[in-house]
């Protein structure tokens, strides 16, 4: 089952903030949202997660809407090299706590 | 450096026989998944094992086997029984507990159909 639905893709300026939305609709109340990027032929890189509090650490803020369908990653000032495939997860719950539900993907392009 | 390291990097194999991925860890997690990533694709849960000598099934587990007769080693083998095998092969891990941490990811195999 699709947990998250993204955009395809997205553009933006370099030094512009980049917003990178996710839905999430059918999250139950104990499930997290998790951010990760991934450049070619690497593996997945965390950036940041949250339950319903914002959150902000280094590489990015994360906004997560009260009724915690939807959420936004923001990079505040996209540089070329964030340039990348973009998942944002909910983790599941209960049972299955440990297993991460992966969408589709954003593939972010920053232009000079 | 604690990490997850998979090993070969680039994998070719003829039709018809098995192949073993590598998957080693040195962050003391408990639990580790094995994804796989077909072209412009997302990831797809193939195993996970949240303990030695247990591991489950993910959304894609035919033609492939595995085992975890280690805390820190968790290899992945795909079989002659999987007919599609050419993709990018990832293995992860993450702390199993209520902490909510992250999963941390290897460089991935990407294996080949010669």
């Known amino acids: 089952d699709a947990k998250t639905t993204q955009p395809t893709s997205m553009d933006c300026a370099e030094g512009r903030a980049a917003n990178l939305p996710c839905n999430h609709s059918t999250i139950s109340g104990n499930e997290y949202v998790y951010w990760y990027r991934q450049i070619h032929s690497q593996g997945p890189q965390y950036i940041i997660h949250?339950?319903?509090n914002n959150e902000t650490n280094e590489m990015a803020s994360l906004i997560i809407t009260e009724d915690r369908k939807s959420s936004t990653l923001i990079l505040p000032h996209a540089t070329l090299r964030d340039t990348a495939v973009y998942y944002c997860?909910?983790?599941?719950?209960?049972?299955?706590?440990?297993?991460?539900?992966f969408g589709s993907g954003t593939k972010l392009n920053v232009k000079p | 450096d604690g990490g997850i390291t998979q090993s070969p990097k680039y994998l070719f194999r003829k039709e018809g026989q098995n192949v073993t991925l590598s998957c080693e860890q040195n962050?003391?997690?408990?639990?580790m998944y094995w994804y796989r990533q077909d072209p412009g694709q997302g990831l797809r849960l193939i195993y996970y094992s949240q303990i030695v000598n247990d591991f489950q099934k993910g959304d894609i587990a035919e033609g492939y086997s595995v085992s975890r007769e280690k805390k820190e080693s968790f290899p992945l083998t795909v079989t002659s029984a999987q007919k599609n095998p050419t993709a990018f092969y990832l293995c992860?891990?993450?702390?199993?507990?209520?902490?909510?941490?992250?999963?941390?990811f290897g460089d991935g195999t990407r294996l080949s159909i010669l």
């Open positions: 997860i909910v983790r599941g719950g209960g049972y299955n706590f440990n297993k991460f539900y």
């Open positions: 962050l003391n997690h408990d639990a």
């Open positions: 949250g339950l319903k």
């Open positions: 992860a891990s993450s702390i199993m507990d209520n902490s909510n941490q992250p999963q941390h």
